[in-house]
Nanobody, 123 residues
Framework: QVQLVESGGGLVQAGGSLRLSCAAS????????TGWFRQAPGKEREFVAAVSWSGGSTYYADSVKGRFTISRDNAKRTMYLQMNSLKPEDTAVYYCAISGSAYTKRTGDFGSWGQGTQVTVSS
């Protein structure tokens, strides 16, 4: 079973950058699509970005396209989210998860959720 631990969150001013990491335990990590989601207070968890098991395919929510970059290093069993040009509306708890499906953005298709890391963007 894969267990995921997020890190790298923090407080940043609007326009700044952060890099989130998602470290995995379990040898099967490399077989799964992996993704980032976020949840702001009072809102539902929403898709942010995902990357295929090989790292060759990535896809993003329209709200972050062009600002965020997802990547993974299977040798290190780690996934990353580089977040640039951050906006106050990006403030949320960010979660990573895995999926056995390809090209899905549905929360229900992902599992093995991490505990989350808080990202706060001040205006």
């Amino acid at each position: 079973q894969v267990q995921l631990v997020e890190s790298g969150g923090g407080l940043v001013q609007a326009g700044g950058s952060l890099r989130l990491s998602c470290a995995a335990s379990g040898r099967t990590f490399n077989l799964y699509t992996t993704g980032w989601f976020r949840q702001a207070p009072g809102k539902e968890r929403e898709f942010v970005a995902a990357v295929s098991w090989s790292g060759g395919s990535t896809y993003y929510a329209d709200s972050v396209k062009g600002r965020f970059t997802i990547s993974r290093d299977n040798a290190k069993r780690t996934m990353y989210l580089q977040m640039n040009s951050l906006k106050p509306e990006d403030t949320a708890v960010y979660y990573c998860a895995i999926s056995g499906s390809a090209y899905t953005k549905r929360t229900g298709d992902f599992g093995s959720w991490g505990q989350g890391t808080q990202v706060t963007v001040s205006s």
